[in-house]
């Protein structure tokens, strides 16, 4: 990088991208201006300051830093982090740190949105321990975003980073709208955390079933109840959610979106695709070519589920 968090796209004669990797971070630098900044903690431990408030961090663990926090490192021990920087208008053009909506839906008289950014601005998400699953799988983004970002294998590499991220920032919400408190614990819940966590692998109904110890026919049954759709359904209506986003914000071959979004072949993932959604994947993305996802679907999956887990979270 010529610049502090620009990377120098070799591809496209010195452009500078608003993006860059740091693959051994001290947190010293942080928060960086003019750009959010997703940092894995993958060793050592650290006493910060975010806003004031006081906090002890311990690995494998992530931060979700807004540049405008105050934010202080008061002690480290053997402390290792990787950080990716940066600037909403990497994901779309009309992006800001105001503005970042994927999704609206009407309930009653009421019109909600789901903002992409909202883990970089409530100070009540900036930071959020993770299981070991979900740590194993935020560092493997994160290091498929470090490689992309080093080596540029062709043109699309910066299309390739902006899938990662979209990845990578689905994964985070996930975590921080599912509690894990044993007392509300509840097998659609954490069927939906580990359907959003391995949709990109050949996951199998069996599989999500052995995952949260029930049998298929009972889970089938309350996911019917609770979402009124069967476990396959949200399967496959999940991946066609990702798979549009991937259409409107990335120019990635057909191939490679069906294969990140758990479609082992893709003449399937096309059929599939037009069926629910009445055109091709090209056609879609003609259709939203330039355009700001401000208005998806009123059914949007990923929105009624993260509207339905705040709602329920309020009462």
Same mark, same amino acid.
């Given at each position: 990088?010529? %610049? =502090?968090?620009?990377?120098?796209?070799?591809?496209?004669?010195?452009?500078?991208?608003?993006? $860059?990797?740091?693959?051994?971070?001290?947190?010293?630098?942080? =928060?960086?201006?003019? /750009?959010?900044?997703?940092?894995?903690?993958?060793?050592? $431990? &650290?006493?910060i300051l975010i806003n004031g408030e006081r906090l002890s961090i311990e690995a494998p663990s992530t931060l979700c830093l807004s540049p405008y926090y105050d934010f202080s490192i008061l002690s480290s021990e053997n402390l290792c982090a990787k950080t990716f920087h940066f600037h909403p208008t990497f994901l779309h053009k009309d992006f800001s740190f105001e503005k970042g909506e994927i999704?609206?839906?009407?309930?009653?008289?009421?019109?909600?949105?789901?903002?992409?950014?909202?883990?970089?601005? !409530? =100070? !009540?998400?900036s930071h959020c321990y993770h299981t070991s699953d979900n740590a194993i799988h935020i560092n493997? *983004?994160?290091?498929l975003i470090c490689m992309e970002s080093m080596s540029q294998s062709d043109? /699309? *590499?910066? &299309? /390739?980073?902006?899938?990662?991220?979209l990845f990578l920032l689905h994964l985070m919400m996930d975590k921080n709208l599912y509690s894990n408190d044993p007392d509300t614990y509840n097998p659609v819940t954490s069927s939906i955390k580990y359907i959003h966590t391995n949709y990109q692998s050949s996951i199998k109904i069996e599989d999500i079933s052995r995952h949260v110890h029930l049998n298929r026919t009972s889970l089938n049954e309350q996911f019917?109840?609770?979402?009124h759709m069967s476990i396959k359904e949200y399967l496959n209506n999940y991946r066609m959610e990702i798979s549009r986003e991937m259409l409107r914000h990335t120019s990635l071959p057909l191939d490679e979106i069906a294969y990140n979004c758990g479609f082992q072949y893709a003449p399937y993932f096309i059929k599939q695709? #037009? #069926?629910? !959604?009445?055109?091709?994947?090209? %056609?879609? /993305?003609?259709?939203?070519?330039?355009?700001i996802p401000d208005a998806l679907e009123s059914n949007s999956l990923l929105t009624n589920i993260r509207l339905s887990s705040q709602t329920e979270s309020s009462t």
């Open positions: 990088m010529d %610049q =502090p968090y620009i990377t120098i796209d070799r591809r496209k004669a010195g452009l500078e991208r608003p993006v $860059s990797f740091c693959a051994i971070d001290d947190l010293s630098v942080l =928060p960086v201006s003019e /750009r959010y900044s997703i940092t894995m903690v993958t060793s050592g $431990s &650290c006493i999704g609206r839906v009407r309930i009653g008289d009421e019109l909600y949105t789901s903002n992409i950014f909202d883990i970089f601005r !409530n =100070p !009540n998400y493997e *983004w994160l290091s043109s /699309r *590499w910066t &299309c /390739r980073i902006r899938g990662y991220l019917r109840t609770e979402l695709f #037009k #069926k629910e !959604n009445g055109m091709t994947p090209t %056609q879609y /993305r003609l259709k939203y070519k330039n355009r």
